[in-house]
């Protein structure tokens, strides 16, 4: 079965600062691969998915997420942040089945 | 460590059956979630609950039915399962934060994978 890291629990970043959220999974076959956000008192919406094709995948809100195969990462990113940016992003991994990350809480400052 | 149960972790049934799938969770939160999968896709929410006789239904249409007659345990019945129905479904919770200060923390379950024959 697959497992997903995020490596980041809490991250604090002012506004116009650029984002970086790191998801590393372990999987031997192929992968479906997800980015999940959580606002406060929201439900979940989907970021941006992977499913095949070109491993820059774009998403809603300027964010973006590369998948490299080697490292086994999908890390999300956004140039500049801004402060409706703030809250929980979730890294989901699809192999045999449905694996969450344990979540990233994103504060960004105003 | 979170503590969100879901029974069973597979199940294959045929056409016109009742089943019922199981989530618990013992971290006392108020808020629980299910969301439906389909393989390749994106998670769609299709019931809710904000606590104990609070039940919603959520942004997908579903032959669903969900209760909350105790806080740690939010079961999802379908009542006569169909081919369509073949789907992953999760289940989740969390604990608001009344001071709305920090984000809410959700929980996953592992994950019912459905197949309706």
């Known amino acids: 079965a697959q497992s997903v890291s995020q490596h980041n629990h809490h991250v604090i970043l002012s506004e116009a600062a650029s984002l970086e959220l790191g998801c590393n999974y372990s999987?031997?076959?192929?992968?479906?691969l997800f980015w999940y956000v959580q606002y406060p008192g929201q439900h979940l919406q989907l970021l941006l998915k992977?499913?095949?094709?070109?491993?820059l995948v774009k998403g809603i809100k300027g964010f973006e997420a590369e998948f490299i195969k080697s490292k086994f990462s999908f890390n999300l990113r956004k140039p500049s942040v801004q402060w409706s940016d703030t809250a929980e992003y979730f890294c989901?991994?699809?192999?045999?089945?449905?694996?969450f990350g344990a979540g990233t809480r994103l504060t960004v400052k105003p | 460590e979170a503590d969100i149960y879901q029974t069973p972790r597979y199940l294959v049934i045929g056409t016109g059956k009742k089943i019922t799938l199981e989530c618990s969770q013992t971290?006392?939160?108020?808020?629980m979630y299910w969301y439906q999968q389909d393989p390749g896709m994106e998670l769609h929410l299709i019931h809710y609950?904000?606590?104990?006789?609070?039940?919603e239904k959520g942004d997908l249409s579903s032959e669903s039915t969900v209760s909350r007659i105790r806080t740690e345990h939010f079961p999802l019945t379908l009542e006569s399962a169909r081919p369509s129905h073949t789907s992953q479904y999760l289940c989740?919770?969390?604990?608001?934060?009344?001071?709305?200060?920090?984000?809410?923390?959700?929980?996953f379950g592992s994950g019912t994978q459905l197949s309706v024959l």
């Open positions: 989740a919770s969390t604990q608001p934060n009344r001071q709305r200060v920090t984000n809410e923390k959700l929980f």
């Open positions: 992977y499913f095949s094709g070109d491993p």
């Open positions: 971290m006392g939160h108020d808020k």
């Open positions: 609950s904000y606590g104990v006789n609070s039940t």
């Open positions: 999987y031997g076959g192929t992968v479906n």
């Open positions: 989901a991994v699809k192999g045999n089945d449905m694996r």
